[in-house]
């Protein structure tokens, strides 16, 4: 019997995905060992910035109104009377008359009320005087306590990515390790009874998995952890228990393939066997129509069916595993960015459903351009080398031409909090 | 004495580092291995794609003209004479009546010349006879042996990132290990007796140490594996046999504050006890000016002596540091890439020197529009936090309204060929 299936639309499917996602618990790391992951707690301040008055040039620490007068012609001469380093704090204050030679990031000493950069003077007496030829405004070159950020301040909420300027403000304010979220593990399982190993030579009516190896990289890409577990077997008990077991070691699972209306396409009965909630099984999309996600009430793990053709499986994963990761992870910007852009040929094949497109797009002369890759016909692997987007062509009756604005979905991009078609 | 430097153009700096770009040797790895790597060898196809006349879907085989008069009021009846897996080859072939059952991916049997999808026959006599109400096209549904890729043909060139797109590319033609570049290591040393580890209480005149934590994530984001040695002393030759030992470690060394032109910078002393040629020592940009790269000829290796102050160093990192990295990998694209954008902002305060202003790029209403982020003061280091792009003011007299147009370098991007001012 053939299962007639009703498909759902894409924002509908996306929206059932979010509101299953399993919050990933937090650990504490080491700063080191952030990188890349999602922050689970809110940064503060723990003191002003810059914590000190203090120098962002080497020069000398002087009183402004001592260079009133000074000039090309008159030059100014002052009596240096201390040396300090960027850590050090002077020991004496500084009188009229006098200067104190201070490095870069080094606290203005007292009674000090402005620095002028070392290249400005002339050092005369081995260094015991400087000569100033011009006038010095008060406050010039001082850094000023807090003028960044006052102590207490909310630096970051949680659900930020930790990137290099995330781990700069962490090593600031004393964040040596930080709470985070743990990575999900997400299984990967192929099936299809007509894949051979990367490693095997072909065979007629054969190919050879790249499902799984694609998987694998978007799974990191996205932040998870993957955990490849190989072929089902064609065999309904053995795959439902294979199945089973897999789902007690990871946090989520993606299978490629078995999801398509034919006979041997067994994953909707072992959704049944497990007692999950199929949340959709169809979507209008082209590709990935047969794109398939379950749901685990009892132990709140998600199940994504992938369709087997490389480009299905991809836009699938893209689409809806991709973002499920991310918001798994608690990180806020889990959807792919989106730009417009200009399509560079016509695409006159109409299609009733929304279709996305994997493309070339490409910033210039002030626009985005969008170029399909290769064939849009969904076996076709190679078109997913270029591709730095997804372009999407919503359905109807019609082409599309060239010069058309559409959306492109980047792969490559930040990152949104919202997600839009 | 205060040295006087002269500055060289940005540009001209680039192709000083670039003209000393040491190439890592290649390494052959498993290809899940492979993720973010670098391509050392051309990749080419060693079979058609698809390897054989295969189905797109599932559904039956059959012989094109047998439906010539089907209708709805006049439905043929087929004969199925066979059913085959999507990895299994057809035993029989398929004569005038009759219809092999078939999945997605398997191999058009003999005989046969078109595909007729599952959904849309009438399965009768327990699947033993199928039933067709429309008139299916010669060669519907078929992907034809090789409309993708031929075999033989060049797919990806070296120098290429490895992307999940090319993991599938590999996967599919039989790619189990693959040349890479080896990830170059990366030694980072920071200077500064100002400086605090993250986890010390601050007391007056110290600050945490951030740039050291901030590289170590840029390094791995360019593709280097980063190696932190710490600090370096306050004494020239405990300095010097420091940074020695660390060069017989890494393939090239960054090091963070020391190269000012005060009494207590003393890299560049250390620069020429080692032998290193200094490519340049002031660039014309801010921040950042100080920015320093040395080179020993014997070794090959380069040093990377970036300015203590936070902004300075992402900014030296990302115009020099990144991109030696990502070339040294054999990356194609280890340049930001560029795009125009609107500034959103005033930006009242000329300079003399290109501005390199951490800004915030979002992409609304078909264009680009720049914020700088934070007061651009070099030493802000919570500006970071938020800035996905450096806006490039060139220097000059005047200051930039709202509403003009600037370039801005994306810090997240895929990355181009040219470095763009």
């Not at 040929?345 to 351009?369: A, C, I, L, M, Q």
Request: net charge negative; proline share 5%; charged share 20%.
């Amino acid at each position: 019997m053939v299962e007639r299936r009703k498909p759902i639309s894409v924002q509908e499917a996306v929206s059932k995905v979010m509101n299953h996602v399993h919050l990933m618990p937090e650990e504490i790391v080491s700063i080191d060992d952030s990188d890349d992951g999602v922050l689970a707690e809110d940064i503060y301040a723990d003191h002003d910035v810059p914590p000190f008055n203090r120098s962002p040039y080497d020069g000398f620490a002087i009183i402004a109104e001592d260079t009133s007068h000074a000039s090309r012609e008159n030059p100014v001469t002052l009596e240096v009377i201390e040396e300090i380093g960027a850590g050090d704090v002077a020991q004496n204050s500084v009188g009229h008359g006098q200067a104190i030679r201070i490095m870069t990031g080094a606290a203005l000493p007292k009674g000090a009320n402005a620095i002028v950069m070392l290249e400005i003077v002339h050092e005369k007496n081995d260094g015991k005087k400087i000569e100033i030829k011009r006038h010095i405004k008060k406050f010039d070159n001082i850094s000023w306590q807090g003028e960044d950020t006052e102590k207490g301040a909310l630096l970051l909420e949680k659900g930020h990515h930790v990137t290099p300027g995330v781990k700069a403000v962490l090593a600031t304010f004393g964040y040596a390790k930080v709470k985070v979220y743990k990575q999900p593990v997400i299984g990967i399982i192929a099936t299809g009874s007509e894949l051979l190993n990367v490693s095997e030579p072909l065979v007629p009516g054969k190919i050879r998995n790249s499902n799984a190896h694609m998987i694998i990289s978007q799974v990191k890409q996205a932040g998870g952890m993957p955990k490849y577990f190989g072929q089902l077997k064609d065999d309904l008990e053995q795959s439902f228990q294979g199945v089973k077991k897999v789902l007690s070691e990871v946090d989520a699972l993606i299978t490629t393939g078995g999801v398509s209306v034919g006979d041997f396409d067994y994953l909707p009965d072992i959704y049944q066997k497990l007692g999950a909630e199929v949340l959709f099984n169809k979507v209008g999309m082209r590709p990935g129509s047969v794109t398939t996600v379950a749901y685990l009430p009892d132990s709140g793990k998600i199940l994504f069916g992938l369709s087997g053709n490389p480009s299905s499986c991809f836009v699938g994963f893209e689409l809806f595993a991709g973002p499920y990761i991310k918001a798994s992870q608690g990180l806020n910007n889990k959807f792919l960015d989106n730009v417009e852009a200009t399509l560079t040929h016509d695409f006159p094949k109409p299609n009733p459903f929304n279709r996305f497109v994997r493309s070339r797009v490409t910033f210039e002369n002030g626009y985005w351009h969008s170029q399909p890759v290769g064939l849009d016909k969904s076996n076709i692997v190679t078109s997913l080398i270029g591709a730095n987007a997804l372009m999407v062509l919503p359905g109807g009756t019609r082409g599309y031409q060239k010069g058309d604005k559409v959306k492109a979905l980047l792969l490559n991009g930040e990152g949104s909090e919202q997600f839009c078609l």
